[in-house]
């Protein structure tokens, strides 16, 4: 019991939480864009990928870290745009692009790494983005260490959150935008086309989704490993049905689940010799499905979501 | 869809996608036409790499069916990855000196064990989802990941070979539970007649039996379904059973028929590779034996050529990715075809 | 901008400009072989109120799609004169620009965010993406101003989920009159009010028109096009069939150029009730999102009677359907149906009870679009031995029952293994009907059974429907529609705000007023 008070007192334990909540924030936000527009985007997991692959891979050649940031983002509007061409115009089965997408966009990205990279034993690393040390604030007590060590990158998908609740609550845009994720007759009797702002949601999402890889690439790690995602972008998946798709509860949501995870990191070095290390590692997975069964009977989802809409037929 | 288009697409989808992997060939350097002359060497080439094909092939319709049968319920299972790897333990766990027979007796056992193993694993995703309204998708997905490390504790602890030498993995399955080989000195086994007879047995059970009406009927449209008197519930529950069991019983073949002992790297995406089987044969239990002949060629060939050509055997994945992709465009381009002749609106 | 009348101040007293605010000249629509709209000719003139008439299919919402930029015409074009009385043509197939020269239209399917507020519904697009906080204050007194001179009143900060259609119905006006229409096109806009609603509905546009506004004027029910139309015009098989000034209009002609004959209404015999066939006693169901509730709700279905429940959409009849069809338990309350006590009704239960179904959602509910006719019309009846040996289906034995019902209930399909998709929502309901008559239920439940059918089809349904009870089934009409319920049934119930009540009287004004609550209790 001591042992676990002393883990929740730690600064270390809470900069860690921010630190793994960080590219899951980026995978709800973007999950979240999608899905209030309508569209389901399985392609996330390999769009995380994709994402981590391009970033990486640019500051390898030699661009600085925030051109590479941007090259992720646009990988992930790339793929974002083909996965809402088959879904928006098309209206193909969101579930079967999707899952088309990732496996297209995680081939992809590894047959390029591999091919970029054909023999070398240990990956090539790359400078990361190192912790912004604001002055001063750094030097504050418990939240100095919690929040002025993080990175960049984490300060971006903070500020993210609040750009993406401003835009879905107090912009004619995202009045737009949860609208067309509940009846596209209704932004389409307006004169609003349907089609342009499903596809930019997807579009827009999907490179948030990208900038989640990104992160493990440019941030957590310095540099690209296969199966470095890891079901993370299933996990935010899971974790927007939690946040019943609203940007701050999203945040939470990422939050309690970075929680979870550096506990568990943390109880792993305690009870290692008691219980397999393995039981640690599902833990995640766990935690998402129950955090889904908790909320799934009166998930509220959005009334259009897998619906596709074309245009003069109801 | 009409008949001609259901065969056609695909075909269409699959040459697209072969065509299209020009461009990452280009990339990666390697000679163009050489390299397709090389892919299918690397299958056709002789009787070796043909039962290869085959062999390759074999997960390949389990879990094709695997999906094709949920996805004609309109259940998500994505968790066939996950359900191969609960039946080749329940296969290990059984077959590699549990108890011992005659073959005749061993054989149907294990299959029997994975299959089970498989249905129960995707039992779960789909009580969360009758019970408690929870998405399957996200569910069968996540426990795939909770299953492989399930699977990597187990090869780690009850289940290790204390001959392995040390390494993760599983005793070898006893002679009399093995598959026997159907073509001499060749890897092919008996696991893809039982696939071939599978996917038979699942296309007559949906398209002549009750239960197959049930199923396509909540497939289509769960409401009208529920409202005509059928067991929603219950008939997703069956699916799941049935769809599980499939998945399951492509861990027993791969572990009992190839490779005799169970590792954390039984298959390489068979599960997912599946869904792309199911999707190219439009959801057609004999379909799915064309599907996923084509899907193991593209693995065969394209891992032939990558050795040869020093290409990333990564394309094979991206080869397979892409017939997906075009096959959903495919797909687009017959229902407008259907929809502009037989729905003049209002 | 903020002027309170739709489109510029045109009082009675301003002299009225040349020629039609509106000219649809040669409009043609071709949908495959289908000649959905053949070269018609529209005019609207300011200040008036054109009536639309036709049955289903006849081309009246192609017409209104082609106006509306929904559709691309094959042929025609669209002149609107604007304020100033300069002619301009509209763009084919250009949604924008029929907003843009100011029509607006009530569409018979609400087109509402049930996820937004009242004001984010009807600023939906008025903004630009990114506009200020401070322009929805402007909005919002604008929007004040506006029901007070319309008297369209409503709140706006109330999410539309919470609405009743009614109100709906007002909001879908109100959006129309913040972009300042000047031509307003209402489709069915009365299907789902009650006649005081509608009475009231009319009074509102009859005020806006005399300030100006012009209406297209969709609808079914002729008495209210005689009563709120100043011209009306008929449409058959997408050509015009005539137009003429509705005070020289009467049911009979406009009948017979709707349909090209007299119309023949629905010959009915009073019926015999005898025994009591289906007893609902005090059921009481509690309100959700899915449906609305009952209270202590009470009703006895005789065989051989046709027992009508009259009612506004959205009243509870839809869960009392849902609780006689099996698929909803009610909180509290007894359900005997033939003298016993059913605990759980349950879909299976109710089909083998003999309770045979027709629903609401015909396409939702009814039928499984992808499967063939055959198997629907097999569907409800998986167990019997006639479909079924063993689990194993008789396919042989399936096919000539289909082909037999087919041509019994004359639904015109390419054969009993077309898919189902493919037929016309009449013959879908036929469909659903010989699948229902040929079990020979003792109670038949008909939600909405003729809702969408044109004339000619929703007589045959009635018809059967009568057959039936003469035969001695016990029939429980819902419908909406009063017309249908006066013309069939035997007994009447009146349903408001999850209540039943009897009514003897088959006086309009005396249901009317129960269907608003004015005197159920």
């Known amino acids: 019991m001591i042992d676990i008070l002393q883990i929740f007192l730690s600064e270390s334990f809470w900069a860690a939480s921010l630190r793994i909540a960080s590219p899951l924030i980026f995978g709800v936000l973007g999950a979240l864009l999608c899905e209030r527009a309508g569209v389901l985007n399985l392609g996330i997991e390999g769009i995380f990928v994709v994402g ?72 090539p690393r790359i400078e990361p983005f190192r912790s912004l040390d604001v002055p001063i604030l750094t030097d504050l007590p418990f939240f100095g260490p919690v929040l002025f060590q993080q990175t960049a990158l984490t300060w971006l998908a903070l500020i993210l959150v609040c750009v993406v609740w401003w835009i879905m609550d107090r912009t004619p845009l995202g009045v737009a935008l949860k609208a067309v994720g509940d009846n596209p007759e209704a932004v389409n009797a307006q004169g609003l086309s349907v089609i342009r702002l499903r596809m930019g949601a997807v579009v827009v999402g999907s490179s948030l989704m990208a900038l989640g890889g990104a992160f493990l690439t440019m941030s957590a790690f310095d540099a690209f490993f296969f199966g470095m995602v890891n079901g993370r972008g299933w996990i935010c998946i899971a974790l927007v049905i939690f946040a019943s798709w609203q940007p701050g509860k999203a945040l939470i949501g990422a939050l309690l689940f970075g929680m979870f995870d550096a506990l568990q990191v943390r109880l792993q070095t305690e009870a290692g010799a008691l219980v397999p290390p393995q039981v640690f590692l599902m833990m995640p997975f766990i935690l998402s499905i129950i955090a889904l069964v908790i909320v799934a009977r009166r998930a509220d989802y959005p009334r259009a979501l897998l619906t596709p809409w074309f245009k003069g037929q109801r | 869809m009409r008949p001609w288009s259901a065969i056609l697409i695909p075909v269409v989808a699959g040459l697209a996608a072969l065509l299209l992997s020009a461009i990452p060939l280009a990339f990666a350097g390697a000679p163009i036409l050489p390299a397709y002359a090389q892919m299918v060497a690397g299958v056709f080439g002789s009787v070796f790499t043909a039962t290869e094909t085959l062999t390759r092939a074999t997960p390949l319709i389990f879990t094709g069916l695997a999906a094709a049968i949920a996805f004609r319920a309109r259940f998500w299972n994505i968790g066939g990855e996950g359900q191969l790897y609960l039946g080749a333990l329940a296969a290990v766990w059984v077959g590699t000196g549990m108890i011992d027979g005659p073959p005749i007796l061993m054989i149907p056992l294990v299959l029997a064990a994975g299959a089970v193993a498989g249905a129960v694993g995707l039992l779960g995703p789909a009580l969360l989802k009758t019970r408690f309204g929870a998405d399957e998708v996200v569910t069968s997905l996540l426990l795939n990941f909770i299953i492989l490390i399930f699977v990597q504790m187990m090869l780690e602890g009850p289940f290790k070979d204390p001959m392995g030498l040390g390494w993760p993995q599983s005793e070898p399955i006893l002679d009399s539970a093995a598959l026997p080989a159907l073509v001499d000195r060749m890897r092919l086994h008996a696991g893809f007649l039982i696939g071939i007879a599978a996917a038979f047995v699942a296309h007559a059970v949906l398209a002549y039996t009750v239960w197959g009406f049930r199923a396509r009927a909540v497939g289509d449209n769960a409401t009208a379904a529920r409202h005509a008197g059928i067991g929603v519930r219950r008939t997703i529950l069956g699916v799941a059973i049935a769809s599980g069991a499939c998945a399951g019983l492509a861990g027993v073949s791969e572990v009992a028929g190839l490779k005799g002992y169970l590792t954390s790297d039984l298959s390489p995406g068979f599960g997912y590779a599946g869904i792309v089987v199911a999707m190219l044969a439009g959801l057609s239990p004999i379909g799915v034996i064309a599907a996923s002949l084509f899907v193991a060629s593209v693995f065969v060939g394209a891992d032939s050529m990558s050795r040869a050509m020093g290409v990333s055997s990564f394309l094979a994945d991206l080869i397979v990715s892409m017939s997906l992709i075009c096959m959903l465009v495919g797909g687009f381009f017959a229902r407008f075809r259907l929809r502009l002749r037989a729905a003049p609106a209002p | 901008m903020t002027s309170l009348a739709p489109g510029p101040p045109v009082g009675p007293g301003t002299p009225a400009m040349p020629g039609p605010i509106l000219a649809m000249r040669g409009m043609t629509k071709r949908f495959g072989p289908l000649l959905a709209a053949d070269s018609i000719d529209l005019d609207l003139n300011q200040g008036e109120v054109l009536a639309l008439l036709g049955e289903n299919g006849a081309g009246k919402t192609t017409l209104m799609n082609m106006l509306f930029g929904e559709y691309t015409p094959d042929a025609g074009e669209v002149r609107i004169r604007d304020p ?300 019997s031995p006639e479909i079924q040996r063993r689990g194993i289906l008789r396919r042989a034995a399936i096919a000539t029952h289909a082909e037999f019902l087919i041509d019994a209930h004359d639904i015109r399909c390419p054969g009993p293994h077309a898919r189902t998709a493919l037929l016309s929502g009449g013959n879908i309901q036929k469909l659903i009907l010989a699948r229902v008559l040929e079990a020979q239920p003792g109670i038949i439940l008909a939600n909405q059974p003729t809702r969408g059918l044109d004339v000619r089809a929703a007589g045959e349904v009635s018809r059967r429907l009568i057959a039936a009870r003469d035969r001695g089934a016990g029939v429980l009409l819902i419908s909406e529609d009063l017309d249908e319920v006066l013309a069939l049934s035997d007994r009447i119930l009146v349903m408001q705000g999850g209540r039943i009540a009897e009514t003897k009287s088959r006086d309009r004004a005396v249901i009317g007023a129960m269907m608003t609550g004015g005197s159920v209790g």
Do not use: C
Request: charged share 20%; glycine share 10%; proline share 5%.
């Open chain 1, 52 to 123: 981590a692959m391009t970033g990486w891979m640019t500051v390898w050649l030699g661009a600085p870290l925030p051109v590479g940031v941007l090259a992720a983002a646009f990988s992930g509007a790339l793929f974002g745009f083909l996965h809402s061409v088959l879904t928006v115009p098309l209206g193909l089965s969101q579930h079967v692009s999707g899952l088309g997408i990732t496996l297209f966009a995680s081939s992809l990205a590894s047959f390029t790494y591999r091919t970029a990279l054909p023999q070398v034993s240990s990956p």
């Open chain 3, 84 to 383: 100033s009385g300069n002619e301009e043509v509209l763009p084919p197939g250009q949604p924008q620009a029929a907003i843009a020269a100011r029509i607006g239209m009530v569409h018979q399917h609400f087109t509402l965010a049930e996820n937004l507020t009242v004001l984010d519904n009807i600023l939906l697009g008025t903004e630009p993406p990114f506009s200020s906080r401070r322009s929805r204050r402007r909005a919002r007194a604008r929007l004040h101003r506006l029901m007070e001179a319309s008297g369209l009143n409503a709140s706006l900060d109330v999410r539309i989920r919470e609405l009743s259609v009614g109100e709906r119905q007002r909001i879908e006006i109100l959006k129309a009159l913040y972009r300042e229409a000047r031509i307003l096109v209402l489709d069915e806009p009365t299907a789902v009010l009650t006649p005081q609603e509608a009475d009231s509905l009319f009074g509102a546009v009859r005020e806006l028109v005399r300030e100006g506004l012009s209406v297209i004027f969709i609808s079914h029910k002729l008495r209210e096009v005689l009563a709120f139309s100043d011209r009306i015009m008929v449409l058959r098989h997408g050509r015009r069939m005539g137009e003429m000034p509705t005070s020289e209009a009467d049911v009979g002609k406009i009948v017979r150029m709707m349909v090209g004959e007299e119309h023949a209404g629905v010959d009915r015999s009073p019926g015999e009730p005898s025994a009591p066939a289906l007893v609902l006693e005090k059921v009481s169901v509690p309100s959700s999102r899915a449906q609305r509730a009952l209270f202590e709700v009470s009703l006895t279905i005789h065989e051989a009677e046709i027992l009508g429940i009259a009612g506004v959409a959205g009243n509870g009849q839809s869960t009392l359907a849902q609780i006689i069809s099996g698929l909803l338990q009610p909180g509290e309350g007894s359900i005997s149906i033939g003298g016993k006590n059913v605990r759980r009704l349950t879909p299976a239960r109710a089909l083998r009870e003999g309770i045979g179904r027709i629903p609401e959602d015909r396409y939702q509910d009814g039928i499984v679009a992808d499967m063939s006719v055959a198997e629907n019309i097999v569907i409800e009846r998986l167990d």
